[in-house]
Protein backbone atom coordinates (compact mmCIF):
# COMPACT_ATOMS: atom_id res chain seq x y z
CA UNK A 1 0.00 0.00 0.00
CA UNK A 2 1.51 3.28 -0.88
CA UNK A 3 1.22 6.41 1.24
CA UNK A 4 0.70 8.66 -2.35
CA UNK A 5 -3.02 6.24 -2.87
CA UNK A 6 -6.55 7.16 -2.07
CA UNK A 7 -6.86 3.82 -0.42
CA UNK A 8 -4.45 4.71 2.18
CA UNK A 9 -5.17 8.37 2.54
CA UNK A 10 -9.45 7.70 2.83
CA UNK A 11 -9.35 4.22 4.31
CA UNK A 12 -6.58 2.82 6.04
CA UNK A 13 -5.31 5.86 8.08
CA UNK A 14 -8.28 7.35 9.37
CA UNK A 15 -9.50 3.68 10.66
CA UNK A 16 -5.52 3.33 11.55
CA UNK A 17 -5.41 6.87 13.62
CA UNK A 18 -9.59 6.35 14.93
CA UNK A 19 -8.77 2.68 16.27
CA UNK A 20 -5.35 4.08 18.08
CA UNK A 21 -7.25 7.00 20.09
CA UNK A 22 -10.04 5.16 20.76
CA UNK A 23 -8.32 2.26 22.94
CA UNK A 24 -6.39 2.44 25.89
CA UNK A 25 -2.97 3.92 26.22
CA UNK A 26 -2.09 0.48 27.17
CA UNK A 27 -3.49 -1.07 24.22
CA UNK A 28 -1.97 1.27 21.64
CA UNK A 29 1.22 -0.26 20.67
CA UNK A 30 -0.77 -3.48 20.10
CA UNK A 31 -3.20 -1.51 17.56
CA UNK A 32 0.01 0.14 15.93
CA UNK A 33 1.26 -3.30 15.04
CA UNK A 34 -1.72 -4.87 14.18
CA UNK A 35 -2.51 -1.73 11.39
CA UNK A 36 1.02 -2.21 10.50
CA UNK A 37 0.48 -5.80 9.73
CA UNK A 38 -2.41 -5.25 7.48
CA UNK A 39 -0.77 -2.69 5.54
CA UNK A 40 2.28 -4.81 5.00
CA UNK A 41 0.20 -7.89 4.09
CA UNK A 42 -1.58 -5.38 1.30
CA UNK A 43 1.03 -5.71 -0.45
CA UNK A 44 3.57 -8.19 0.58
CA UNK A 45 1.14 -11.17 2.46
CA UNK A 46 3.10 -14.45 1.82
CA UNK A 47 6.80 -12.22 3.58
CA UNK A 48 4.34 -11.15 6.37
CA UNK A 49 5.57 -14.55 8.52
CA UNK A 50 9.21 -14.28 7.28
CA UNK A 51 9.22 -10.69 9.04
CA UNK A 52 7.09 -12.54 12.02
CA UNK A 53 9.92 -15.12 12.40
CA UNK A 54 12.67 -12.26 12.21
CA UNK A 55 11.23 -10.43 15.06
CA UNK A 56 10.75 -13.59 16.91
CA UNK A 57 14.30 -14.16 16.78
CA UNK A 58 15.38 -11.09 17.70
CA UNK A 59 13.21 -10.77 20.72
CA UNK A 60 14.71 -14.38 22.13
CA UNK A 61 18.05 -13.08 21.13
CA UNK A 62 17.31 -9.81 22.91
CA UNK A 63 16.48 -11.20 26.15
CA UNK A 64 19.38 -12.99 26.13
CA UNK A 65 21.59 -10.71 25.02
CA UNK A 66 20.19 -8.06 27.72
CA UNK A 67 20.87 -10.88 30.28
CA UNK A 68 24.51 -12.13 29.79
CA UNK A 69 25.61 -9.27 28.25
CA UNK A 70 28.48 -8.43 30.94
CA UNK A 71 30.02 -11.83 30.02
CA UNK A 72 30.98 -13.55 25.96
CA UNK A 73 27.65 -15.37 26.37
CA UNK A 74 26.40 -11.73 25.92
CA UNK A 75 28.31 -11.12 22.50
CA UNK A 76 27.90 -14.21 21.19
CA UNK A 77 24.14 -14.28 21.38
CA UNK A 78 24.10 -10.70 19.55
CA UNK A 79 26.83 -12.23 17.07
CA UNK A 80 24.10 -15.15 16.48
CA UNK A 81 21.41 -12.77 16.56
CA UNK A 82 22.85 -10.33 13.90
CA UNK A 83 23.84 -13.02 11.60
CA UNK A 84 20.48 -14.56 11.86
CA UNK A 85 18.52 -11.18 10.42
CA UNK A 86 21.57 -10.83 7.90
CA UNK A 87 21.17 -14.18 6.65
CA UNK A 88 17.24 -13.69 5.35
CA UNK A 89 18.32 -10.31 3.96
CA UNK A 90 21.91 -11.87 2.39
CA UNK A 91 19.25 -14.95 0.90
CA UNK A 92 16.35 -13.16 -0.72
CA UNK A 93 18.55 -9.83 -2.09
CA UNK A 94 21.45 -11.34 -2.94
CA UNK A 95 21.75 -15.35 -3.58
CA UNK A 96 20.19 -14.63 -7.31
CA UNK A 97 23.12 -12.11 -7.82
CA UNK A 98 25.74 -14.72 -6.08
CA UNK A 99 24.45 -17.26 -8.53
CA UNK A 100 24.53 -15.00 -11.17
CA UNK A 101 27.47 -13.56 -11.00
CA UNK A 102 29.55 -17.47 -10.52
CA UNK A 103 27.69 -18.19 -13.56
CA UNK A 104 29.50 -15.30 -15.50
CA UNK A 105 32.59 -16.05 -13.82
CA UNK A 106 33.15 -19.61 -14.70
CA UNK A 107 30.04 -20.81 -17.38
CA UNK A 108 28.61 -23.41 -14.94
CA UNK A 109 24.88 -23.86 -15.78
CA UNK A 110 23.94 -22.60 -12.20
CA UNK A 111 20.04 -22.39 -12.15
CA UNK A 112 18.65 -19.27 -10.68
CA UNK A 113 16.63 -19.58 -7.49
CA UNK A 114 14.12 -16.88 -8.97
CA UNK A 115 13.61 -15.67 -5.31
CA UNK A 116 11.50 -11.97 -4.77
CA UNK A 117 12.39 -9.30 -2.81
CA UNK A 118 10.48 -8.40 0.28
CA UNK A 119 9.53 -4.92 0.24
CA UNK A 120 11.38 -3.31 3.55
CA UNK A 121 13.68 -5.72 4.22
CA UNK A 122 16.70 -3.83 4.40
CA UNK A 123 15.16 -1.07 6.37
CA UNK A 124 13.55 -3.75 9.17
CA UNK A 125 16.55 -5.85 9.02
CA UNK A 126 18.77 -2.93 9.96
CA UNK A 127 16.38 -1.73 12.59
CA UNK A 128 16.36 -5.53 14.29
CA UNK A 129 20.41 -5.46 14.04
CA UNK A 130 20.57 -2.10 15.57
CA UNK A 131 18.11 -3.25 18.21
CA UNK A 132 20.54 -6.62 19.07
CA UNK A 133 23.95 -4.14 19.53
CA UNK A 134 21.94 -1.39 21.38
CA UNK A 135 20.62 -3.86 23.91
CA UNK A 136 24.17 -5.54 24.25
CA UNK A 137 25.61 -1.68 24.49
CA UNK A 138 23.61 -1.12 27.14
CA UNK A 139 20.00 -0.71 26.79
CA UNK A 140 17.00 -2.28 28.02
CA UNK A 141 16.03 -5.52 26.25
CA UNK A 142 12.19 -4.73 25.49
CA UNK A 143 10.09 -7.20 27.57
CA UNK A 144 7.29 -6.62 25.31
CA UNK A 145 7.21 -8.95 22.20
CA UNK A 146 3.96 -6.77 21.01
CA UNK A 147 6.56 -3.40 21.79
CA UNK A 148 9.52 -4.75 19.91
CA UNK A 149 6.98 -5.73 17.00
CA UNK A 150 5.38 -2.66 16.63
CA UNK A 151 9.25 -0.93 16.67
CA UNK A 152 10.34 -3.40 13.78
CA UNK A 153 6.83 -3.47 11.80
CA UNK A 154 5.60 0.53 12.56
CA UNK A 155 3.58 0.89 8.84
CA UNK A 156 4.96 5.10 8.86
CA UNK A 157 8.18 3.89 8.41
CA UNK A 158 8.63 0.26 7.45
CA UNK A 159 9.27 -0.31 3.61
CA UNK A 160 11.09 2.86 2.90
CA UNK A 161 12.30 4.10 5.72
CA UNK A 162 14.07 6.54 8.11
CA UNK A 163 15.93 3.90 9.72
CA UNK A 164 15.04 4.40 13.39
CA UNK A 165 17.03 3.20 16.16
CA UNK A 166 16.15 1.47 19.03
CA UNK A 167 18.15 3.60 21.64
CA UNK A 168 16.31 7.01 20.22
CA UNK A 169 12.70 4.98 20.68
CA UNK A 170 12.98 2.54 23.20
CA UNK A 171 11.35 5.07 25.66
CA UNK A 172 8.82 5.72 23.42
CA UNK A 173 7.62 2.54 23.03
CA UNK A 174 6.62 2.13 26.82
CA UNK A 175 5.88 5.98 27.48
CA UNK A 176 4.79 8.81 24.35
CA UNK A 177 3.24 11.97 24.33
CA UNK A 178 0.09 13.17 22.43
CA UNK A 179 -0.77 16.34 21.55
CA UNK A 180 -3.04 18.45 19.26
CA UNK A 181 0.14 20.21 18.69
CA UNK A 182 1.83 17.34 17.26
CA UNK A 183 -1.11 16.32 15.90
CA UNK A 184 -1.17 19.34 13.69
CA UNK A 185 2.90 19.11 13.36
CA UNK A 186 2.47 15.30 11.98
CA UNK A 187 -0.45 16.20 9.46
CA UNK A 188 1.27 19.39 7.92
CA UNK A 189 4.40 17.07 7.95
CA UNK A 190 3.06 14.43 6.13
CA UNK A 191 0.71 16.86 3.39
CA UNK A 192 4.15 18.25 2.38
CA UNK A 193 5.76 15.04 1.81
CA UNK A 194 2.38 13.72 0.09
CA UNK A 195 3.07 16.74 -2.41
CA UNK A 196 6.45 16.33 -2.55
CA UNK A 197 5.52 13.08 -4.16
CA UNK A 198 2.68 13.49 -6.02
CA UNK A 199 3.17 17.23 -7.36
CA UNK A 200 6.86 16.85 -8.23
CA UNK A 201 8.19 13.42 -7.96
CA UNK A 202 5.65 12.09 -9.63
CA UNK A 203 6.19 14.81 -12.52
CA UNK A 204 9.95 14.18 -12.66
CA UNK A 205 9.35 10.52 -13.25
CA UNK A 206 7.61 10.82 -16.00
CA UNK A 207 10.12 13.50 -18.05
CA UNK A 208 12.74 10.78 -17.00
CA UNK A 209 10.00 7.71 -18.98
CA UNK A 210 9.44 10.28 -21.75
CA UNK A 211 13.51 10.54 -22.60
CA UNK A 212 13.96 7.34 -22.25
CA UNK A 213 10.97 6.51 -24.79
CA UNK A 214 11.13 9.26 -26.89
CA UNK A 215 14.42 8.51 -28.92
CA UNK A 216 16.19 11.26 -30.31
CA UNK A 217 19.34 10.90 -28.51
CA UNK A 218 21.05 14.00 -27.82
CA UNK A 219 23.27 15.59 -25.23
CA UNK A 220 20.70 18.01 -24.12
CA UNK A 221 18.41 14.88 -23.91
CA UNK A 222 20.78 12.82 -21.32
CA UNK A 223 21.16 15.93 -19.22
CA UNK A 224 17.58 16.76 -18.81
CA UNK A 225 17.23 12.95 -17.82
CA UNK A 226 20.33 13.17 -15.75
CA UNK A 227 18.67 16.40 -13.80
CA UNK A 228 15.04 15.32 -13.80
CA UNK A 229 15.99 11.78 -12.00
CA UNK A 230 18.22 13.49 -9.99
CA UNK A 231 15.21 15.93 -8.92
CA UNK A 232 12.80 13.21 -8.63
CA UNK A 233 14.76 10.73 -6.50
CA UNK A 234 15.07 13.79 -3.78
CA UNK A 235 11.14 14.56 -3.71
CA UNK A 236 10.55 11.19 -3.87
CA UNK A 237 12.67 10.03 -0.68
CA UNK A 238 12.57 13.20 0.78
CA UNK A 239 8.79 13.38 0.48
CA UNK A 240 8.58 9.76 1.62
CA UNK A 241 10.68 10.32 5.00
CA UNK A 242 8.43 13.71 5.17
CA UNK A 243 5.78 11.38 5.42
CA UNK A 244 6.87 8.88 8.21
CA UNK A 245 7.94 11.52 9.89
CA UNK A 246 4.50 13.25 9.82
CA UNK A 247 2.48 9.76 10.65
CA UNK A 248 5.27 9.33 13.85
CA UNK A 249 4.21 12.79 15.30
CA UNK A 250 1.06 11.96 14.82
CA UNK A 251 1.22 8.55 16.82
CA UNK A 252 3.33 10.13 19.34
CA UNK A 253 7.02 9.17 18.14
CA UNK A 254 9.99 11.62 17.15
CA UNK A 255 11.73 10.01 14.02
CA UNK A 256 15.30 11.01 12.90
CA UNK A 257 15.47 13.56 10.37
CA UNK A 258 16.41 11.91 7.28
CA UNK A 259 17.67 14.76 4.86
CA UNK A 260 18.65 18.35 5.43
CA UNK A 261 18.45 20.49 1.72
CA UNK A 262 21.31 17.71 0.56
CA UNK A 263 21.50 20.03 -2.67
CA UNK A 264 22.74 23.10 -1.27
CA UNK A 265 26.05 21.19 -0.05
CA UNK A 266 29.78 22.35 -1.25
CA UNK A 267 31.36 18.74 -1.24
CA UNK A 268 30.62 15.14 -1.00
CA UNK A 269 31.37 14.97 2.52
CA UNK A 270 28.73 17.62 3.34
CA UNK A 271 26.28 16.19 0.91
CA UNK A 272 26.59 12.94 2.73
CA UNK A 273 26.16 14.21 6.03
CA UNK A 274 22.32 15.62 4.68
CA UNK A 275 21.25 12.98 2.29
CA UNK A 276 19.87 9.58 3.94
CA UNK A 277 20.83 10.73 7.15
CA UNK A 278 19.48 7.91 8.89
CA UNK A 279 21.83 5.46 7.13
CA UNK A 280 24.49 7.45 7.19
CA UNK A 281 24.41 7.41 10.89
CA UNK A 282 23.50 3.72 10.63
CA UNK A 283 26.81 2.68 9.31
CA UNK A 284 29.01 5.23 10.97
CA UNK A 285 27.61 4.17 14.23
CA UNK A 286 27.31 -0.12 13.75
CA UNK A 287 30.14 -0.57 11.08
CA UNK A 288 32.74 2.62 10.49
CA UNK A 289 33.61 3.62 14.07
CA UNK A 290 33.78 -0.55 15.40
CA UNK A 291 36.37 -1.14 12.59
CA UNK A 292 38.46 1.07 14.12
CA UNK A 293 36.83 4.50 12.19
CA UNK A 294 39.68 7.31 12.03
CA UNK A 295 41.38 5.99 15.08
CA UNK A 296 44.06 3.72 13.66
CA UNK A 297 46.12 6.13 11.49
CA UNK A 298 45.19 7.48 7.33
CA UNK A 299 45.45 4.27 5.52
CA UNK A 300 43.45 2.35 8.20
CA UNK A 301 40.78 4.97 7.65
CA UNK A 302 40.76 4.43 3.41
CA UNK A 303 39.97 0.85 4.44
CA UNK A 304 37.39 1.57 6.41
CA UNK A 305 35.17 4.11 4.13
CA UNK A 306 36.11 1.35 1.12
CA UNK A 307 34.68 -1.47 3.34
CA UNK A 308 31.77 1.19 4.60
CA UNK A 309 31.00 2.35 0.85
CA UNK A 310 30.99 -1.00 -0.82
CA UNK A 311 28.36 -2.17 1.59
CA UNK A 312 26.61 1.05 1.54
CA UNK A 313 26.58 0.11 -2.29
CA UNK A 314 24.95 -3.69 -2.04
CA UNK A 315 22.54 -2.61 0.88
CA UNK A 316 21.05 -0.44 -2.16
CA UNK A 317 20.83 -3.46 -4.96
CA UNK A 318 22.16 -6.31 -5.81
CA UNK A 319 24.17 -5.38 -9.32
CA UNK A 320 27.78 -4.12 -10.11
CA UNK A 321 26.14 -0.78 -11.13
CA UNK A 322 25.73 -0.47 -7.43
CA UNK A 323 28.81 -1.60 -6.11
CA UNK A 324 30.20 1.21 -8.32
CA UNK A 325 27.96 3.75 -6.95
CA UNK A 326 29.64 3.20 -3.72
CA UNK A 327 33.35 2.96 -5.21
CA UNK A 328 32.91 6.05 -6.62
CA UNK A 329 31.77 7.87 -3.44
CA UNK A 330 33.69 5.95 -1.52
CA UNK A 331 36.84 7.19 -4.02
CA UNK A 332 35.57 11.20 -3.43
CA UNK A 333 35.49 10.76 0.20
CA UNK A 334 38.77 9.89 0.74
CA UNK A 335 40.18 12.48 -1.71
CA UNK A 336 38.64 15.31 0.09
CA UNK A 337 39.95 13.65 3.55
CA UNK A 338 43.33 13.69 1.78
CA UNK A 339 43.41 16.83 0.37
CA UNK A 340 40.19 17.82 -1.92
CA UNK A 341 38.64 19.11 0.89
CA UNK A 342 40.72 22.77 1.69
CA UNK A 343 40.69 23.65 -1.86
CA UNK A 344 37.32 23.09 -2.32
CA UNK A 345 36.88 25.97 0.54
CA UNK A 346 38.73 28.38 -1.59
CA UNK A 347 35.29 28.83 -3.66
CA UNK A 348 31.98 28.16 -2.96
CA UNK A 349 30.95 28.25 -6.73
CA UNK A 350 33.40 26.06 -8.19
CA UNK A 351 32.67 23.51 -5.21
CA UNK A 352 28.76 23.21 -5.29
CA UNK A 353 29.54 22.60 -9.26
CA UNK A 354 31.58 19.92 -8.25
CA UNK A 355 29.05 18.66 -5.73
CA UNK A 356 26.27 18.78 -7.68
CA UNK A 357 27.97 16.94 -11.34
CA UNK A 358 29.81 14.36 -8.75
CA UNK A 359 26.01 13.83 -7.42
CA UNK A 360 24.70 13.82 -11.00
CA UNK A 361 27.05 10.96 -12.22
CA UNK A 362 26.53 8.86 -9.12
CA UNK A 363 22.50 9.10 -9.64
CA UNK A 364 23.17 8.09 -13.05
CA UNK A 365 25.00 4.68 -11.53
CA UNK A 366 22.36 4.61 -9.49
CA UNK A 367 19.58 4.69 -12.18
CA UNK A 368 20.82 2.44 -14.72
CA UNK A 369 19.49 -1.45 -14.86
CA UNK A 370 23.48 -2.52 -15.91
CA UNK A 371 26.71 -1.12 -15.19
CA UNK A 372 27.31 -0.87 -18.88
CA UNK A 373 23.62 1.19 -19.16
CA UNK A 374 25.04 3.59 -16.62
CA UNK A 375 28.67 4.18 -18.73
CA UNK A 376 26.61 4.98 -21.95
CA UNK A 377 24.41 7.51 -19.53
CA UNK A 378 27.71 9.24 -18.71
CA UNK A 379 29.15 8.81 -21.99
CA UNK A 380 25.88 10.69 -23.40
CA UNK A 381 26.53 13.87 -21.32
CA UNK A 382 29.19 14.79 -23.13
CA UNK A 383 28.24 13.36 -26.79
CA UNK A 384 30.13 9.90 -26.75
CA UNK A 385 29.14 8.31 -29.74
CA UNK A 386 28.52 11.29 -31.79
CA UNK A 387 25.09 12.19 -30.82
CA UNK A 388 24.31 15.92 -31.53
CA UNK A 389 23.78 18.46 -29.38
CA UNK A 390 19.94 18.56 -29.24
CA UNK A 391 16.86 16.60 -30.65
CA UNK A 392 13.28 17.84 -31.18
CA UNK A 393 12.13 15.49 -28.71
CA UNK A 394 14.75 16.81 -25.96
CA UNK A 395 13.58 20.15 -26.92
CA UNK A 396 9.94 18.78 -26.69
CA UNK A 397 10.31 17.64 -23.28
CA UNK A 398 12.18 20.37 -22.01
CA UNK A 399 9.32 22.74 -22.93
CA UNK A 400 7.32 20.30 -21.31
CA UNK A 401 8.66 20.09 -18.44
CA UNK A 402 10.68 23.26 -17.51
CA UNK A 403 8.83 24.59 -15.17
CA UNK A 404 8.41 21.38 -13.39
CA UNK A 405 12.27 21.38 -13.13
CA UNK A 406 12.48 25.01 -12.41
CA UNK A 407 9.93 23.92 -9.14
CA UNK A 408 12.04 21.20 -8.37
CA UNK A 409 15.19 23.06 -8.05
CA UNK A 410 13.96 25.77 -6.11
CA UNK A 411 12.06 23.52 -3.85
CA UNK A 412 14.99 21.50 -2.72
CA UNK A 413 16.89 24.86 -1.63
CA UNK A 414 15.96 25.98 1.69
CA UNK A 415 13.98 29.03 -0.07
CA UNK A 416 10.44 27.41 0.21
CA UNK A 417 11.53 26.12 3.75
CA UNK A 418 11.79 30.41 4.54
CA UNK A 419 8.81 31.31 2.89
CA UNK A 420 6.82 28.19 4.83
CA UNK A 421 7.97 29.52 8.04
CA UNK A 422 5.92 33.14 7.76
CA UNK A 423 2.89 30.85 6.00
CA UNK A 424 3.15 28.71 9.24
CA UNK A 425 2.73 31.77 11.71
CA UNK A 426 -0.51 32.64 9.24
CA UNK A 427 -4.03 32.07 10.48
CA UNK A 428 -4.58 30.97 6.87
CA UNK A 429 -2.10 27.87 7.53
CA UNK A 430 -4.55 25.25 8.25
CA UNK A 431 -6.48 26.41 5.02
CA UNK A 432 -3.53 26.40 3.00
CA UNK A 433 -2.66 22.91 4.33
CA UNK A 434 -6.33 21.74 3.12
CA UNK A 435 -6.06 23.21 -0.46
CA UNK A 436 -2.61 21.16 -0.57
CA UNK A 437 -4.25 18.28 0.24
CA UNK A 438 -7.05 18.72 -2.71
CA UNK A 439 -4.45 19.40 -5.06
CA UNK A 440 -2.86 16.12 -4.27
CA UNK A 441 -6.04 13.87 -4.26
CA UNK A 442 -6.42 15.74 -7.63
CA UNK A 443 -3.39 14.23 -9.09
CA UNK A 444 -3.71 11.20 -7.30
CA UNK A 445 -7.29 10.60 -8.80
CA UNK A 446 -5.81 11.46 -12.42
CA UNK A 447 -2.14 9.85 -12.69
CA UNK A 448 -0.85 6.58 -12.87
CA UNK A 449 2.79 7.42 -12.04
CA UNK A 450 3.63 6.77 -8.92
CA UNK A 451 5.99 4.39 -7.67
CA UNK A 452 8.36 5.07 -4.69
CA UNK A 453 11.97 4.72 -5.52
CA UNK A 454 13.02 3.39 -2.43
CA UNK A 455 10.53 0.53 -2.48
CA UNK A 456 12.98 -1.75 -4.11
CA UNK A 457 15.70 -1.54 -2.08
Not at 322 to 330: D, E, K, Q, T, V
Not at 435 to 447: P, S
Request: charged share 15%; glycine share 10%; net charge positive.
Amino acid sequence: MLFSSLTFLYYFLPVAVGLYFLVPRRARNGVLLLCSLVFYAWGEPKYVLLMGVTILLGYGFGLLVGKHREGKCGKAFCILSVAASLSFLLYFKYADFILGSIHDATGWDIPLLGVTLPIGISFYTFQMVSYTVDVYRGEEAQKSLVGLAAYIAMFPQLVAGPIVRYSSIAKQLGDRRHSWGLAAYGIRRFVIGLAKKALLANQLGEACSQLQAMGGESVLSYWLDAAAFTLQIYFDFSGYSDMAIGLGSLFGFRFQENFRYPYVAASITEFWRRWHISLGSWFRDYVYIPLGGNRKGWKRQVLNILAVWVLTGFWHGASWNFLAWGLFFAVLLIAEKLWLLKRLQKSKVLSHAYTMFSVMLGFLLFQAGSLGQALDGIGGLFGAGGIPLASEEALYCLRSYAVVLLAGGIGATPIVRDVARRVKAAPAEPLFVAVLLLTVTAYLVDGSFNPFLYFRF
